[in-house]
Every structure is written in C-alpha cells, then in structure tokens.
C-alpha cells in the first residue's frame, strides 16, 4: 500500500493567516492527490482533486500544487470556517489511502 | 443533488457480522463512471479504505488487504443502494463506517459525496 505522510500533525493560526499543510507519497503518485476536509461529526468533504484542481464550490482561498511524491495544500487567508482536520489521499492505487491528518486550531 | 443515506445498528457482538446499507438518491449504482466505496475512521486507525464495487459491464469488488477475508460489498440495482458485510467482528473493528461515491474527475479519483456515517461499536 502507499503511505501518506502529513506534516504537521497540528497547527494554530489566526483568521486571516496563510497556512500551508504538506503531504508525502511513499512513490510517485503522479498528480492523483485529493485534500479533504473534516469538520467534528461531519464526514469528509472533498477540497481538491488531482493535486490542483478546486472542487465545485470551494472557495478560491485554497489552492493545491505538487507532483510525483510532495504536495501542498493552502490556505491563503484562513477564515473562522476553515478550522478543521484536512486529509490528503491517493488515488493512484487502491487501496486509495489516506494521510494522517492535519488539525487546524484557532491560536 | 446526490445523496447517500446510510443505515444499520450501531452495536453489534463480538464475533458477529456488521451490516450497513448505503441508499443512493440522484444517482445510479450501476452508472459506468463512478464506484461505491465503504470507508472507517478510527482514532488509532484513521481514515480506512475498506473496498468499492463498481459497474463496468459487469459487476466488479476490491477490498482492502487488512479485511479482505471478511469483507463483502454488494450492490443492490432494485433499490439503487449498496451494502456492507464485515463478518467476526472484533472491538478492533469499533469506528464510525461511512459509504461515499467515487467519481472519476479529470482523469483522477475522487470521493466526492459522502453517506452521514454510522458509529459501530462492537461489544458484548
């Protein structure tokens, strides 16, 4: 199976801050890198797909790059809705699997 | 607007067979371009992909290596929804299950609606 590795585990920040949370394939992935994110009692939503592309309905503020095994995601001015647990995830191989998780708590 | 209504107990016995049902709404399981997938989140296990069917001129499953031996997903064309069965369930298999839609997009695959999610607690 393909590890997923995000880093960091957790991060405080303020509304209006830039926050950038990275992932790390264990092989190239190509660009099949989605960003989820997960509100407490809420499944996941999808963000991003294929590395880069914004799903429907995602506010402009995110943004995602990478190829091969690193990827990116950001967040360019964090707002009061953004505070939650984003997961990568590959869909390069199945089992499609996921990073750890990155909590984004309010400093 | 597709939707995935998930159902089944939420308590089940050690040894005993977990069953959920996933009802779709605004979409088909049987349409060639998208699979059904059943997921698990745990604290010590994360998000946990658990198998897929998908409908490809016939009927096709992978499950993931961990539950492979217990594990059936099985579509249901008369009722537009799919099912899971994880049989000689253990406390190991306590989380919150949830179904979702994976749809290919722009070449990649993504879960792109989600069920509510069903906490499964096995105990005695």
């Known amino acids: 199976d393909i590890q997923m590795t995000q880093s960091p585990s957790s991060l405080s920040a303020s509304v209006g801050d830039r926050v950038t949370i990275t992932c790390r394939a264990s092989?190239?992935?190509?660009?099949?890198l989605n960003w989820y994110q997960q509100k407490p009692g809420k499944a996941p939503t999808l963000l991003i797909y294929?590395?880069?592309s914004l799903q429907s309905g995602v506010p402009s503020r995110f943004s995602g790059s990478g190829s091969g095994t690193d990827f990116t995601l950001t967040v360019s001015s964090l707002q009061p809705e953004d505070f939650a647990t984003y997961y990568c995830?590959?869909?390069?191989?199945?089992?499609?699997?996921f990073g750890g998780g990155t909590k984004v708590e309010i400093k | 607007q597709v939707q995935l209504q998930q159902s089944g107990p939420g308590l089940v016995k050690p040894s005993q067979t977990l069953s959920l049902t996933c009802a779709i709404s605004?979409?088909?399981?049987?349409?060639?371009?998208?699979?059904w997938i059943w997921i698990r989140q745990s604290p010590s296990r994360g998000l946990e992909w658990l198998g897929r069917?998908?409908?490809?001129?016939?009927?096709?499953?992978d499950y993931a290596v961990s539950v492979k031996s217990r594990i059936t997903i099985n579509p249901d064309t008369s009722k537009n929804q799919f099912s899971l069965q994880l049989n000689s369930v253990t406390p190991e298999d306590t989380a919150v299950y949830y179904c979702?839609?994976?749809?290919?997009?722009?070449?990649?695959?993504?879960?792109?609606?989600w069920g509510q999610g069903t906490t499964v607690t096995v105990s005695s």
């Open positions: 979702a839609r994976l749809s290919m997009i722009r070449g990649g695959y993504g879960m792109d609606v």
């Open positions: 605004g979409d088909s399981v049987s349409r060639n371009s998208a699979a």
């Open positions: 069917t998908y409908y490809k001129s016939k009927w096709y499953n």
């Open positions: 092989q190239s992935i190509s660009s099949y």
């Open positions: 294929v590395a880069s």
């Open positions: 995830q590959q869909s390069f191989n199945t089992p499609f699997t």
